[in-house]
């Protein structure tokens, strides 16, 4: 089932901002979103979920300053990368990341 939920960019924002802030002082964040269809119910958070092909937005809350990019899937924030990593620009550039249990595996994931 297609969620209608609308997520509340300026939220999504000014999470990303405090939470980067840490790093530096973030200045310009740029926010983008786009759909992306997953293998199962769980959107990537788990390898546990229905076996049902599931729509998801995914939001990207992205400090060019910094590097870093805080992602979000169906608004839950799901982790932040170093924006140089050459597979995740592959993966943005495709429009498809990848969820939480496996994005550690294969890009440069920063603790916030």
Not at 1 to 28: H, Q, V, Y
Not at 32 to 42: I, K, M, R
């Amino acid at each position: 089932m297609k969620s209608n939920k609308k997520f509340d960019r300026e939220l999504l924002i000014e999470w990303a901002r405090e939470s980067l802030s840490k790093f530096g002082e973030p200045c310009t964040l740029y926010y983008y979103e786009w759909p992306q269809t997953w293998g199962s119910t769980a959107c990537g958070f788990s390898e546990l979920g229905g076996a049902a092909m599931t729509s998801a937005q995914t939001c990207m809350v992205e400090s060019p300053i910094l590097g870093l990019a805080c992602i979000f899937i169906n608004g839950y924030y799901t982790y932040t990368v170093k924006m140089n990593d050459e597979k995740f620009k592959e993966h943005v550039q495709k429009r498809f990341v990848l969820g939480k249990i496996n994005a550690d595996k294969f890009y440069e994931v920063v603790d916030i």
